[in-house]
């Protein structure tokens, strides 16, 4: 128990392994919220509601080729380019609202959020070394945490408020990379 303990501290200790968390907080947050939020705003029938959340789904396979992309491009500029198409996404949602256009940025957000889970999941590995049991039970434990926050976040903004919300998220989650790739 109090080797546990003594580990747990050591990895809330490690300032690179806090920006891990902090960008793993905010990824299934921002699914959810996003998914959340267009649910309560979507004019359309409950039929057109699921084929949009379906449709977002195609982005995930993108989480297969994440391994690939990392041994190609580096884990660093992955999680740039995650990054990169989360704010596009967003950004596009809060200009673009026909259905059609809600369900290529879902697909580039999913896309997003597919790509970054298993590069931060490596990455966390990584700044771990032989803790990476523990440290991924941590990531586990924060990445539900967002999940599990967001819709009471969702019900008290309105869309464009969520939307800058998310976008603030991913802007900050640059910021964090930025500094990951320093330390």
């Known amino acids: 128990k109090s080797n546990f303990i003594f580990v747990m501290k050591k990895l809330l200790k490690n300032s690179s392994l806090l920006r ?3 960008i793993t907080f905010t990824l299934l947050f921002s699914f959810v919220a996003l998914y959340d939020a267009i649910g309560r705003v979507f004019q359309g029938s409950r039929e057109e ?6 449709v977002g789904l195609v982005g995930a396979g993108l989480s297969l080729f994440t391994g690939r992309l990392i ?7 992955t999680m740039k380019i995650g990054l990169i198409l989360g704010i596009i996404s967003i950004i596009n949602m809060a200009v673009f609202s026909s259905t059609s256009a809600l369900m290529v940025f879902s697909i580039l957000f999913v896309a997003s959020i597919s790509l970054l889970v298993p590069t931060v999941i490596t990455l966390i590995g990584m700044i771990a070394g032989a803790d990476r049991a523990k440290a991924l039970s941590l990531y586990s434990f924060i990445l539900l945490s967002g999940a599990s926050l967001a819709p009471p976040v969702v019900i008290v903004l309105q869309y464009d408020y969520i939307l800058q919300l998310l976008l603030a ?15």
């Open 49 to 54: 509601l699921f084929i949009l959340r379906a």
């Open 20 to 22: 891990c968390y902090a």
């Open 169 to 183: 998220f991913f802007l900050m989650n640059m910021v964090l990379g930025h500094f990951l790739t320093k330390g």
């Open 71 to 77: 041994e190609r491009i580096g884990i660093y500029a």
